[in-house]
């Protein structure tokens, strides 16, 4: 397309199932404009109908709503085949952009844009208008980091009587992000938004849902039925005090959910004040680099790294610090980085381990024992990788299967030095090699061994 209306076409900006976004100029001002397009299937009325609605609800949405967080509509027009809204151009980037676990933003501007997010939907709701589709997609950012709600086609217009709105669609929304109350098709208010602009929160923090499931019904019963876990049991490294803000804002129980965005925006903006350092990501980036050149990781992909980073407590220890005690019990395990340690069973020595080395896997594979067969004390500065075994629990499949494909490997390779050790302090064999590539007859049962070469 060359001209939408007034708007003169410079690109394509995006495209989704129903609709087109451009990047246009505007006769009527020097500012661009963003353009979005849905286009009326000629096969499917009863598509094009429920389109026209969603489309007009858009609209009738977008201009009532004035908040400096949320995208400005200047014009909306239907034609015959299709439809078109000119709305504020945010130049910046989607909070989807965001979500992976080597993508996440500082904590420090995680929680700005949030808060920023709650006056919005605050401003919105005293409107009397609910979004419905709160997702990291329909969440902007300027390079400000002041982010910008947009997609109001799917709000309620709660001014409205639900009895007689034609323009009321039940069912809509996007299943990860909806509340237990929305999946269910119950009345809705204010309070889905802030659950969904919870689970965001969740997601920005950890690079996970709170909620997952390999297919829809059994997502839906898990947002329903079972509580999502801490954030910081996902990432140690994050302030405590955010997991009783996201258990309150992920409540399945309405009264006990956050009444408001303006609530929610507190409690944000306490854990706010704790932070001490605003930025991490030179930090990361180092820790990062680090891992990435320690063989122990040679085989992991760049994300499961980035997750291993956000599961993980880098310990600085001293020289003759216990790191793992013989006989306690625990599934603490991890990797030094730098350093040495010494591993003792009942005082003493089995060997010393240096960097790259994986400590305490035992006990962190065993099925049904968790008890330390050794201990392993630090014999210099240590920079330790502990990594944080709950955590490792709720990762993603992928991490977890190769995590332990690594462990086990290294097990394997340690219990072939320990067989060489123990074979060079042995008698004698019965049949050497030799003998036995030579075809020579087996010693009889009772006598030694009883070994035989497996066929090819």
Known sequence: METIGKYRVVK????GATATVYLCASPDSDLPVAVKVIRFGQDCAAMSRRLRKLFRN???????????????????????????????????????????????????????IIFKCCMALDSAYRQGIIHRDIKPANILVRGDDEPMLVDFGLALNLNKNMDR???????????????????????????????SLGVVLFQL??????FRAKNQATLIYRIINTEAPDVTSLNPGLPEGLNAILRRALEKDLYSRYRNGAEFAKDLAAVRYQIVGDDDTVQDNRHFEMLRKLAFFTEFENVELWEILRISVWRQIAPRVTIIREG??????????????????????????GE?????EVAYLHPTSDERSASVVTLENTLFLEINAPALALASEELQERMRTALLGKMIDRMRDVNRIAAAL?????ESAQSLM????????????DLELAPP
């Open 12 to 15: 394509e900006l995006g495209k």
């Open 58 to 112: 858009e609209e009738m949405v977008a201009r009532r709503l004035d908040h400096p967080n949320i995208a400005k509509v200047y014009e909306g027009v239907v034609e015959e085949n299709f439809a078109y809204l000119a709305m504020e151009y945010i130049q910046g980037f989607s909070l989807e952009a965001h979500t992976r676990i080597d993508k996440l933003l500082p904590l420090h501007r995680v929680i700005g």
């Open 165 to 195: 709105d034609s323009t009321f669609i039940t069912g809509v929304g996007s299943p990860s992000y909806m509340s237990p109350e929305q999946v269910k098709g119950y009345q809705l208010n204010q309070k889905t938004d802030l659950y």
């Open 205 to 210: 923090l950890t690079g996970r849902l709170p």
């Open 328 to 353: 306690e019990s625990s599934k603490v395990f991890g990797i030094v980085v730098e350093g040495y340690v010494e591993i003792s069973i009942a005082g003493r020595t089995l060997c010393r381990l």
């Open 356 to 360: 790259g080395e994986v400590v305490g």
């Open 426 to 430: 042995g008698t004698p064999a019965v």
């Open 438 to 449: 030579a075809g020579s007859t087996r010693a009889a049962p009772g006598t030694g061994l």
